[in-house]
T-cell receptor, first 114, second 113 residues
Framework: AQSVSQHNHHVILSEAASLELGCNYSYGGTVNLFWYVQYPGQHLQLLLKYFSGDPLVKGIKGFEAEFIKSKFSFNLRKPSVQWSDTAEYFCAVTPQQAGTALIFGKGTTLSVSS | EAGVAQSPRYKIIEKRQSVAFWCNPISGHATLYWYQQILGQGPKLLIQFQNNGVVDDSQLPKDRFSAERLKGVDSTLKIQPAKLEDSAVYLC???????????FGEGSWLTVV
């Protein structure tokens, strides 16, 4: 069965620090990969996605993620975090087939202090 | 473009009572999903519809949960009878026929006491 593993449960950073959140998945075939963010009191929003092509994808608000196929990883990065990035971040994967449900990791809570 | 609409936003019920949640997906989206998100965990798929047919309900506790999408548009998720462990956020999401981006509603927060 497919699964998604997020290594960090809770990350605490100061403003301007760099961020990297780990995500690994288990699935033998071709996948689509996503990072979603959930700000306090808000719904899940898409940060970025990877379907094919350049393995380095850029999303909203300065986030980027790199797909490393050999490592089954899709880590999220941001060079300099802001207080407003405080949120919960979810990595998700789905087989590359239209309309297939996403499988989510357990999420990483990011707390940024100003 | 209007997003995924869900109601009610919040519900508190006693165990063994029943509850129903409603979802209206983004217009034109053929695929509709119900996810359950327990505090501290990632969303878990309960059921997936393609138009008005069920694609995947393998993780739906069918002894107490039911869902329907009769006309291939909006959907209802029902829990009867509720248990304490059903306390969670119930997320509805939709996606178009082609492409894999899934769009989520704001969720319905259920507390069972």
């Amino acid at each position: 069965a497919q699964s998604v593993s997020q290594h960090n449960h809770h990350v605490i950073l100061s403003e301007a620090a760099s961020l990297e959140l780990g995500c690994n998945y288990s699935y033998g075939g071709t996948v689509n990969l996503f990072w979603y963010v959930q700000y306090p009191g808000q719904h899940l929003q898409l940060l970025l996605k990877y379907f094919s092509g350049d393995p380095l994808v850029k999303g909203i608000k300065g986030f980027e993620a790199e797909f490393i196929k050999s490592k089954f990883s899709f880590n999220l990065r941001k060079p300099s975090v802001q207080w407003s990035d405080t949120a919960e971040y979810f990595c998700a994967v789905t087989p590359q087939q239209a309309g297939t449900a996403l499988i989510f990791g357990k999420g990483t809570t990011l707390s940024v202090s100003s | 473009e209007a997003g995924v609409a869900q109601s009610p936003r919040y519900k508190i019920i006693e165990k063994r009572q029943s509850v129903a949640f409603w979802c209206n997906p983004i217009s034109g989206h053929a695929t509709l999903y119900w996810y359950q998100q327990i505090l501290g965990q990632g969303p878990k798929l309960l059921i997936q519809f393609q138009n008005n047919g069920v694609v995947d309900d393998s993780q739906l506790p069918k002894d107490r949960f039911s869902a329907e999408r009769l006309k291939g548009v909006d959907s209802t998720l029902k829990i009867q009878p509720a248990k304490l462990e059903d306390s969670a956020v119930y997320l509805c999401a939709s996606s178009p026929t082609t492409g894999n981006t899934i769009y989520f509603g704001e969720g319905s927060w259920l507390t069972v006491v």
